[in-house]
């Protein structure tokens, strides 16, 4: 039997509702339950791959091809289950079927309304697929109370009424504040909350609750009373120092026991959180420390490189050193020198990225990391960045550029306008929507043998994500590689470039796929590994 349990949040966004699922789903497979995971997004877009990563934080892209939210990557590396298309689903991918449908007739004169049209697609699609699965946690964006929210809501609390009695649990995550001046953790934003999704007919079976202390009895009672929820049911989510404490914070905490006794599942023996304690205990202890610097444009958002950030933590933890990060916005080496700045750091990283602002300095940082021997990770954009520093400071191509930033002479990087999909021609004309017409998603890669890169992956056939609408220009790759630079990998067909590297260099590879969103804290990816375990020498150097 599938049981569902629904994520909502409240009082204040931010509180962490993604990672509070995936924790919940990591403590449930450590019983032995198979989990699924899946987030309902309010918002108007068909998907977040319009959408800027300063606003709404970084595009996690599955293995077939959907760019969902970031949300999902959290759910991935807690859980080591690939997520897919059909786990994430927006007000507007809904409003596009329903609209598709009317157009077509489909609907034989009816008048198309949010109850029971919309509703009833949200929950068709959360029902949807679920064979197998002891339990699927369904995660609702945003927080109670929002306009654009209501129809989730409302769909839920459909399939609570409509599923078998004891089938369905509505977990809360809202804030405790701690007030100083009172000297206490403050309930009332959370009973307000409660209050909310009680007027939609939502009666929360469980409140997990952010606070930065302990909950005192007496706060629990009154939480308890309050909010009609069990004493026991009230849920202390503390601060922690990692995000990979959290499902040893939890247990510690007694969610699971919770979640288990509320379906009237009998605990079974421990869970099996050996694994969680051995990266919680290597993120706490590293034996050193290495300085990334990392060279990008959307520094000033984190989220907007949540994968990236954490899969360079797991490389930290797989080299038992704590990976710290300096966020340098590369627009600054357009003005400035970055010798300064860079200087003394271990690594350098440039991340994926689109459009001319900062184009410029993140080839300056190319270009600084490959003169000084400084190892140096380039991932899609920052290897097209890379690409065309060799091209100009190494082949004497003072014009080489991207296409994407204008017409020139050298498009050393140009459009993506064909690609193999499998056995099938996919095809973008220059003027098509920008919307989930980028090559998207899983492609095989063959790597040269013995390249670096090779070396790396210990083997030649590789499957990556890939998120990009402009490749480096094969055109140039003869007059590349005389210089140094070799193309390493390629799509199978051999016709688009995969990877590359300077053969002259300790550590200089460029990527033309996403190794960030593949890399989980048990299986830290073996390019950051190696990057990590680069950096560690270079450490060792300056
Ligand atoms: N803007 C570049 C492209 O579209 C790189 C994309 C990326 O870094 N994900 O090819």
Redesign the pocket.
Known sequence: MTRYVFITGGVVSSLGKGLAAAALAALLQARGYKVRLRKLDPYLNVDPGTMSPTQHGEVFVTDDGAETDLDLGHYERFTGVPASKSDNITTGRIYQDIITKERRGDYLGATIQVIPHVTNAIKAFVLDGNEGFDFVLVEIGGTVGDIEGLPFFEAIRQIGQESPRGTCAYLHLTLLPYIPSAGELKTKPTQHSVKELRSIGIQPDLLLCRCDRPIPADERRKLGLFCNVRESAVIEALDVASIYDVPLSYREAGLDREVLDHFGLAPNAEPELGRWRTISERVKNPEGEVTIAIVGKYTGLKDAYKSLTEALTHGGIANNVRVKLEWIESEVFEREDPAPFLEGLHGILVP???GQRGAEGKIRAARYARERNIPYFGI??GM?MAVIEAARSLAGIEAANST?FGDTPEPVVGLLTEWMKGNELERRAAEGDLGGT?RLGAYRASLKEGTKIAQIYGGTEISERH????EVNMAYRECLEAKGLRFSGTSPDGLLPETVEHENHPWFIGVQF?PELKSRPFEPHPLFKSFIAAAVVQSRLV
Do not use: A, I, P
């Open positions: 994926g990225g689109f899609c954009f097209q994407e980028m998120r990009h609408r402009y996403h």
